[in-house]
């Protein structure tokens, strides 16, 4: 039996997830419970140890399927791209349907509908947030913190240029495994704009250059760029916009002078891939 990707398919040797029932052998099947993420951010490691490789980032109110908890770890599949891996449990709350999400790169969340009282955390671009009432200028959520209104707009209206989103991160750090705005990696910069536009996008670059878009020979503004292990997006005809480990951070260079480093890194340009 050939197993599935265990990146996208919660299964281990001694557990899996009940809908892979007949995909995979398991001495037990388990449902899952859904929970909320309610830290900043949540670092989804490969293994249960705090040391481990960060594969991923949970977004503040995004979910996560959680199939099993062991101490202080809960291992589980997010229900925003499907990735699977260990998160603290004690970041993880109740569960709640997201009316809205941020599309500020940063924000504060308050005590109080006033820009005074004390800022309880700061959540990155892409947040799910659960509206409860509006106070002008904040938003109410429903744990009863306050949020800044224009900061936030509601699931389904979508940002229109991904482009024009992607350019606000420029010189944000790269993080390995990163989603957030004060760390991303190549592939996680796509799938934050992309998502910001209502758009879906599995979180590596291998999965992305499997099913976005369609192939073109020559790369124009809003492409997609790939080598083995990297992912670019053209910010226009002449320009390559990427998180990258060699500036170590979100930059915009000349096409040309990035492909010629990126060769000897990784290869040959594998696909360039224009989206609908």
Sequence with gaps: MTKPDPRLNPWRDDLAADHLRGEVD?????KGTDYQVIAPVSALRRAAAHG???????????????????????????QSDDYVGYVLSEDLGVSEKPTHYLTALRSFI????????RPLMAI??????????HKPPFYELSNGAYIFDAHVAAIGDWQKDYVAVARQFIGMPYLWGGRES??????????????????A??????????????????????????????????SDDKNL????????????????TACARIEKIAGPVRAIKRLS
Aim: aromatic letters at 8%; one cysteine or more; charged letters at 15%.
């Design 26 to 30: 398991a001495p037990r099947y388990v």
């Design 52 to 78: 481990a490789m960060q594969d991923s980032q949970l977004l503040f109110g995004e979910l996560i399927r959680v199939y099993d908890t062991q101490g202080v770890w809960s291992w589980g599949q997010s």
């Design 110 to 117: 308050y005590t109080d509908a006033d820009i005074k009282s």
């Design 124 to 133: 990155s671009c892409g947040a799910r947030l659960t509206i409860v009432a």
């Design 182 to 199: 004060t760390g991303l990696d190549c592939s996680g910069l796509v799938q934050t704009i992309l998502m910001q536009c209502g758009l």
């Design 201 to 234: 996008c599995p979180r590596d670059s291998d999965m992305q250059e499997q099913v976005l878009g369609r192939s073109v020979e020559t790369a124009q503004a809003g492409d997609l760029v790939f080598w083995k292990g990297h992912v670019g997006l053209m």
């Design 241 to 256: 916009l990427h998180a990258n480990a060699t500036t170590m951070n979100v930059c915009q260079e000349d096409f040309a």
